[in-house]
């Protein structure tokens, strides 16, 4: 099928890390996405990792990647009330970005 | 801020009215896309334009009409919505090719009366 899973919720306080976990099912995607979801707003690119990378790290964002277990996860150290969002990941399939459900980040101060 | 531009921000229609959302981005992208959106839930894919061809039609209704008239523009035309259609109607782009990231912009929140 063309299921990409995510948790729905998941609450933190501020200045602790974030792990928001997707799981896949194609398993000849070349790259795999993360996008934010801000109120009101359109999806802003995140990060994105390349099927043959285990890791990346970006600044505050941390992806990985297991292939064999087809999971995908996003770390946010040190999070703020800011990172407060949607977070949706993606894979591309046959030209097409399939998206989860999006889990929702909520920033307790 | 967002390289891909979309207007209005905010449109109301009644469901005899005809009006389009707009769409343009200067990054030199050849693929653009419409996606909808309901409230918390993924965007759904409804066409795909490369090099300013329809290439994906996911099964749209034809109420819904875009056009690709240039490579930095989109738009889509929406003619007798159904309240709905109600949803965000967010533009993306990309470079042409399978793994491209997609660029989105902030959307056109369309509310059908």
């Known amino acids: 099928g063309e299921d990409v899973e995510q948790s729905l919720f998941l609450s933190v306080r501020e200045g602790d890390s974030s792990v928001i976990n997707c799981t896949y099912t194609?398993?000849?995607?070349?790259?795999l996405y993360w996008y934010k979801q801000e109120p009101g707003a359109g999806l802003q690119l995140l990060t994105y990792?390349?099927?043959?990378?285990d890791m990346k790290q970006d600044q505050r964002l941390t992806v990985l990647l297991n292939k064999k277990d087809k999971h995908l996860s996003l770390r946010i150290a040190d999070t703020q009330t800011g990172d407060s969002a949607i977070y949706f990941c993606?894979?591309?399939?046959?030209?097409?970005?399939?998206f989860g459900q999006g889990t929702e980040l909520s920033v307790k101060p | 801020d967002t390289e891909v531009t979309q207007t209005p921000k905010h449109l109301v229609m009644g469901m005899t009215n005809k009006k389009s959302l707009k769409c343009e981005q200067h990054?030199?992208?050849?693929?653009m896309y419409w996606y909808k959106q309901k409230a918390k839930k993924p965007p759904e894919l409804m066409f795909v334009?490369?090099?300013?061809?329809?290439?994906i039609n996911e099964s749209v209704p034809s109420r819904f009409s875009p056009e690709c008239p240039n490579s930095s523009l989109l738009n889509l035309h929406l003619h007798a919505l159904q309240p709905e259609d109600s949803a965000l109607y967010l533009c993306?782009?990309?470079?042409?090719?399978?793994?491209?990231?997609?660029?989105f912009g902030n959307g056109t929140r369309l509310t059908v009366t």
């Open positions: 334009y490369s090099y300013e061809k329809l290439s």
């Open positions: 993606a894979e591309s399939m046959g030209g097409k970005l399939i």
């Open positions: 990792i390349f099927s043959n990378m």
């Open positions: 990054m030199g992208h050849r693929a």
């Open positions: 993306a782009s990309s470079q042409e090719g399978r793994v491209s990231p997609l660029h």
């Open positions: 194609d398993s000849s995607s070349t790259y």
